[in-house]
């Protein structure tokens, strides 16, 4: 513990400053509660760091900007949350089809439309996997304290360097908010990811290039190489295909790029499960009430532990289908009717109790006590 580094910060202020620390030098945004704080310390951080912040004309064309500044070799990044997710997913839908790194920060907050716009939810779940139309790859983290925020942007920059892939940021109000002391990591503590560049001529330069890795590497606009960006099928040139050999190769090729790494993306946490009869399978600021749940009901004499995710898609069916198999009884606590409660279910093959609030009100550690006792009867 180093005193010195110590800082009080809320969730929104680490988001930022991480984002920084992990090379992000471009930011495009407009103001939405309860995400509006990202895009404030930014507007005064980013010009001293040597970056740039525009505050676009609405949330459609934020997502353009970072895409646009992402082509060029800037790590980019904007923040929204459930009505602005909303109007960016058909630009998320063509980041994923032309592999251009970038993070979208999505504070979620009670909808559907304008909802509930300072209480929060865990209602985009489902949103942020499946948003955009179409079979596509897609990255989505869960902090549930302000260090893991901190931690978690960077390494959500990291993702996307990596795998050339937009990746989210999914926290909700109450992560946002909430202040909390936190040591910020000195440098050399963490990894920060460049994506990979060519060392070809660029007249052999090709973009989207089927390599053992599946992932092509990336030339910046602006520095000698010049190929085609499209949302269209495309073959390795990137200009638009109808080929159905050149099509199927493509989008396998996609989504495969983040299923045969799914070892090295897929982050979770457990606790007490050696003896466990029932699993408490939590993420995000839901996770909080369900530790303290765990701890209360270990004091109680009833043998649960805690199952906590730190990355929601890809989901960790493997994982939770392994411990299923010893352990039968399992409770999903979360902002909204079911969502993760239903991979749960799918992953593990059997009846999940649920803790549900979709109200604006954050799930207590007695309502997931509650839940022990029942399904410990």
């Known amino acids: 513990m180093r005193e010195d580094d110590a ?4 969730g929104n202020e680490a988001c930022a400053e991480a984002a920084l620390v992990a090379g992000m030098r471009f930011f495009a945004g407009y103001p939405i509660t309860p995400s509006s704080e990202i895009a404030e ?21 934020s997502m ?19 009505p602005g997710f909303s109007l960016m997913q058909e630009n998320i839908g063509y980041a994923s089809m032309a592999e251009v790194p970038c993070v979208i920060v999505n504070v979620q907050r009670g909808g559907p439309s304008t909802g509930l716009p300072t209480l929060p939810s865990q ?11 179409g079979d596509h790859p897609v990255i989505v983290v869960a902090p549930s304290t302000v260090r893991e925020t901190y931690d978690w942007t960077i ?14 940021v999914l926290l909700d109000e109450i992560v946002a908010h909430v202040n909390e002391k936190i040591i910020v990591p000195t440098r050399g503590e963490f990894e920060v990811i460049d994506r990979d560049r060519t060392t070809q001529d660029p007249k052999d330069y090709l973009p989207y290039a089927l390599t053992d890795s599946d992932i092509p590497p990336f030339a910046d606009f602006g520095s000698g190489y010049r190929y085609n960006v499209t949302g269209l099928s495309h073959d390795e040139t990137g200009f638009p295909a109808n080929d159905p ?14 299923e045969r790494y799914r070892n090295e993306i897929v982050h979770y946490k457990t606790e007490l499960l050696e003896d466990a009869d029932i699993v408490v399978v939590a993420y995000g600021s839901t996770a909080r009430s369900a530790y303290r749940a765990v701890r209360n009901a270990r004091a109680l004499g009833l043998k649960v532990g805690i199952f906590k995710m730190f990355v929601l ?17 399992f409770i999903v606590p979360e902002m909204n009717l079911g969502q993760i409660a ?20 954050l799930i207590t550690p007695d309502e997931i006590l509650e839940a022990i006792k029942n399904v410990s009867v």
């Open 7 to 10: 800082r009080l910060m809320t």
């Open 41 to 61: 310390c930014l507007a005064r951080r980013l010009p001293q760091e040597g970056g740039t912040f525009i505050q676009m004309e609405d949330e459609l064309a």
């Open 64 to 82: 353009a900007a970072i895409i646009g500044a992402s082509l060029t070799g800037v790590k980019s990044m904007t923040a929204t949350s459930g």
């Open 123 to 133: 209602s985009d779940v489902m949103q942020a996997r499946w948003g955009t139309h």
């Open 155 to 168: 390494k959500a920059f990291n993702f996307a360097e990596r795998f050339r892939v937009p990746v989210v």
């Open 245 to 258: 050999k050149k099509v199927d190769l493509l989008h396998r090729r996609l989504n495969r790029k983040i």
């Open 313 to 329: 898609w890809p989901f960790p069916y493997q994982e939770l289908d392994k411990l299923a198999r010893r352990v039968e009884k």
């Open 342 to 361: 239903h991979e749960v279910t799918c992953a593990a093959k059997h009846e999940v109790a649920q803790v549900n609030r979709i109200d604006g009100g």
